[in-house]
């Protein structure tokens, strides 16, 4: 679910351990591009660290899905990176894996996990050296690194009511979560878990699917039960909308008409020019013009969602097909 104003604990780790950030240069370009997201008010970021070889990030998302906000910051990270490095390919370990969270009792447990990983990992050796260390949002919330983009107020509110002594109870707060260790509860909600995107949950579920891994949500059965009936309802809107409009068979028998193509190859991977076209063609189509949705279309066609969305993203050809009404 992508609401704005939802809660998701963010991660991304390198392709096979992959450092991400290797130098102070990395950090500073990473982290620039994350300021320029949320000054353009697309994401409201709590709690951060950055690690040798993944990140995490605590935020709300604002004016735009967080999809297209972590598009922006990953692949223009990604390419400087290379540059930089005078490496080529992917740097990241498949797409970023986002949790959504509910704010009670989550938003400051999940603060002081990710904020904790410096000093789990050997980074920094005690919790002085964390109030100092420039590459977690900790030292933000302490006064002692200066980031206007990350959101304080919110988090500090939870504590005491004057400056001083509201960060000395964060402090002990955080403290006082050393001895808790590495919270796996945290990083897997453990009430819903999938292995695919959100209209694949709300797909699985219905079929009474319960896979155990790439967890979606971590909060409360009330507050899991609210984020699924949303998702259902926003398929069903979606795909009541779009086949009003197209059938998807009827839109591939277009395509593969006004292309010159035959059918079947669109929807069994054949790989000619013509046909690998056809079927960008009925991606972008049915997800930009009918409303579609990703998940919905790869299944119509035998693929994966990520590789509708990649299609769905590039360079638009729905203008050339003005033989679709």
């Given amino acids: 679910m992508d609401a704005p104003g939802t809660l998701h604990?963010?991660?991304?780790?390198?392709?096979?351990?992959t450092n991400i950030f290797r130098?102070?240069?990395?950090?500073?370009?990473?982290?620039?591009?994350?300021?320029?997201?949320?000054?353009?008010?697309?994401?409201?970021?709590?709690?951060?660290?950055?690690?040798?070889?993944?990140?995490h990030i605590l935020a709300r998302t604002g004016l735009q899905p967080l999809s297209r906000s972590m598009r922006r910051l990953l692949t223009g990270y990604v390419v400087n990176f290379n540059k930089r490095h005078r490496r080529a390919g992917h740097l990241f370990q498949n797409r970023y894996k986002s949790i959504v969270c509910e704010d009670?009792?989550?938003?400051?447990?999940?603060?002081?996990?990710?904020?904790?990983?410096?000093l789990r990992a050997g980074l920094v050796n005690s919790l002085t050296a964390l109030n100092n260390y420039p590459w977690s949002g900790h030292s933000v919330l302490m006064g002692t690194v200066a980031r206007d983009w990350q959101e304080q107020q919110f988090i500090l509110s939870h504590f005491n009511q004057t400056i001083g002594t509201t960060r000395t109870a964060?402090?002990?707060?955080?403290?006082?979560?050393?001895?808790?260790?590495?919270?796996?509860?945290?990083?897997?909600?453990g009430l819903v878990r999938s292995l695919g995107d959100w209209s694949q949950v709300v797909s699985r579920r219905g079929q009474?699917?319960?896979d155990r891994s790439?967890?979606?949500?971590?909060g409360g059965t009330d507050?899991?039960?609210?984020?699924?009936?949303?998702?259902?309802?926003?398929?069903?809107?979606?795909?009541?909308?779009?086949?009003?409009?197209?059938?998807?068979?009827?839109?591939?028998?277009?395509?593969?008409?006004?292309?010159g193509v035959?059918?079947?190859?669109?929807?069994?991977?054949?790989?000619?020019?013509?046909?690998?076209?056809?079927?960008?063609?009925?991606?972008?189509?049915?997800?930009?013009?009918?409303?579609?949705?990703?998940?919905?279309?790869?299944?119509?066609?035998?693929?994966?969602?990520?590789?509708?969305?990649?299609?769905?993203?590039?360079?638009?050809?729905?203008?050339?097909a003005d033989y679709i009404v």
């Fill in 9 to 17: 604990h963010i991660m991304g780790r390198g392709i096979e351990r």
């Fill in 23 to 55: 130098n102070q240069r990395d950090r500073e370009d990473f982290l620039a591009r994350l300021a320029d997201i949320c000054r353009r008010e697309s994401l409201i970021v709590y709690a951060w660290a950055l690690m040798p070889n993944h990140f």
């Fill in 104 to 118: 009670d009792p989550y938003l400051l447990e999940l603060t002081r996990y990710i904020h904790l990983n410096p």
């Fill in 170 to 189: 964060y402090e002990r707060f955080v403290a006082d979560g050393i001895a808790l260790g590495s919270r796996p509860e945290l990083v897997g909600g």
């Fill in 208 to 210: 009474g699917t319960a």
């Fill in 214 to 218: 790439d967890a979606r949500i971590l």
């Fill in 223 to 259: 507050f899991v039960e609210q984020i699924l009936s949303e998702a259902a309802n926003k398929e069903r809107e979606t795909l009541g909308l779009s086949v009003s409009k197209k059938d998807l068979a009827d839109l591939l028998g277009e395509i593969a008409g006004g292309e």
């Fill in 262 to 320: 035959d059918a079947t190859a669109i929807r069994t991977g054949g790989r000619k020019r013509a046909v690998v076209r056809a079927r960008k063609l009925l991606c972008q189509i049915a997800v930009r013009k009918f409303g579609y949705t990703g998940a919905t279309v790869a299944r119509f066609l035998g693929i994966s969602t990520s590789a509708v969305n990649r299609m769905v993203s590039q360079k638009e050809l729905s203008e050339c």
